[in-house]
């Protein structure tokens, strides 16, 4: 499991300079995240932060959710996300994380949700080859082909591939690079594609499986 973690919101992509290469990113906002409860693995069955993103005026939360962030004492925020670590001994309610916690170079894991494609069929959806371009075949080119068998069991199984909405699922990409951590402007820089659309909300972490 992971040892440190934050949690930003998706900007875009980008590219910048490294040594006269021209390098594409994606650009992260990661505003200081206040703790807002601790999680034990006596108490609770495992080790986690929960942190608040942003700010929120107080008359737009619900009683149960304004009544957390006072018994923590911190300033309501739009999201509460939960970070799970190895070990939470260096946490305090109250307590803020900023983009600090990343190196420059350091490789992380990245998890959000991926963009939601809508309804598609099968050739999108599960990569089917087609049907072929000729010899009676007749508007039927994208379609899957049979699905089941004749009058036994005369139903279709479930799991089975066919059409449907694909995306808007949660995705994991490993060992991506911090190309740069800026805690004054609140900014990280991670190399390549991160999941999910912009605006979109991203779990930062430290690589679990490393780069070997």
């Not at 089917?128 to 049979?146: L, N, T, W, Y």
């Not at 995306?167 to 990409?173: E, F, W």
Request: net charge positive.
């Amino acid at each position: 499991m992971a040892t440190k973690a934050i949690v930003g919101e998706k900007l875009g992509m980008t590219q910048v300079w490294r040594d006269d290469k021209v390098v594409p990113v994606t650009v992260l906002k990661v505003t200081p995240c206040r703790i807002v409860q601790i999680k034990h693995p006596e108490t609770d069955g495992y080790s986690a932060v929960q942190v608040a993103m942003g700010t929120q005026k107080e008359h737009r939360l619900i009683k149960p959710e304004l009544g957390a962030y006072e018994k923590a004492g911190v300033a309501p925020g739009k999201k509460l996300v939960e970070l799970r670590l190895d070990d939470v001994s260096a946490f305090e309610v109250g307590q803020e994380i900023t983009a600090e916690i990343l190196e420059d170079g350091e490789i992380v894991d990245v998890t959000a949700v991926s963009k939601g494609q809508g309804f598609t069929g099968v050739m999108k959806r599960h990569n089917f080859k087609g049907q072929r371009a000729s010899h009676g075949a007749h508007r039927v080119h994208r379609m899957p082909g049979a699905v089941g068998q004749c009058a036994t069991p005369a139903r279709i199984f479930k799991g089975k591939k066919m059409a449907g909405r694909s995306g808007a699922q949660k995705v994991t990409t490993q060992n991506l690079q911090i190309v740069e951590s800026n805690a004054e402007e609140n900014i990280v820089l991670i190399r390549g594609n991160v999941p999910g659309p912009k605006g979109g909300t991203v779990l930062v972490r430290n690589a679990v499986k490393g780069t070997n």
